[in-house]
């Protein structure tokens, strides 16, 4: 038994290491690699996890809809663990990107937080998924638990649009978006930028497939302790 | 450089929250991995 955990862990810790150390090399292309931006000079390097942060935090709500939906369909117990996982890693990200969103806006705004439309509705987006969090703490028999997760989840996703599309939709003081249509980053930062974003998506991936393993061994303990009740120990 | 303390602090802000996250999930697994142990030895 303890040899099997220990071959589980050791892949894990490898993976761990490089995720770390690639986030090391990302944080230092962002202060040392990537050009300074002219007009907000070195507080502008906050975006390069700023952004990727949010993005991340997309695909981790992309993810747990999926996952919720396919709960739904199937009642397989699998996919309420993949989505409750990625929901927690998702709100770790959008917490990040709301850490690190006032820290810049202080020396550029001259405030730390303004309620326009981008910020509020990521505000709400952080609110709905930490009380999907909770509402896992307060209902404790399992298929009850997965479904009333999933509905609140594809609930939640319904504010991913507003966030994204809220600085066309809405006079806000968000800045505009600086890749895609329109966008005038210079190749250097974008490449700086994907390279974070690759540091985070593979913080992503580990964590989700660490809190998966988590929700497996959580099943596990259930079953052991039903079956103890059965025996009367 | 104005403003290098901010970009710092930022940097620390995403460090401190990724590291407590994933050693919150790593203390959470071996608590269960303790209870899997002692459940299945008195089920033994």
Redesign the interface.
Known sequence: ?AAE?KSDLAPSLLW?VLTYAW?ALA?YA??FVAPEEKTM???Q??FY??VP?FWSAFIAIGVTTFGSIAYLKTRAMKWDWVSVSAAE?GT?FL??GL??GP??A??VWGVWWAWDARTTSTFVLWALYVSYLLLRTLVDEPDRRALLSAVVAIFACLDVPLVYFSIWWFRTQHPQPVIGDGGSLDPRMGKVLLFCWGAMLA?FVL?VH??Y??EK??A??DG??M??ER?G? | ????N??F???L???A??FA??FT??R??AR??E???R??S??K
């Open positions: 038994m955990a761990t986030l944080g962002a202060l000079g070195v507080i390097r906050i996890f700023h942060s890693v770790a917490t990040v850490v690190t820290i810049w202080k020396p913080l964590v660490q809190r393993r988590l061994q959580r596990e303990v052991l302790r079956e103890a025996r120990l | 450089m104005k403003n290098l901010s970009v602090i930022a940097f802000a995403v460090w929250v990724f996250y994933q999930v790593g959470r697994m269960l991995q209870e899997i142990e459940l299945k008195r089920l």
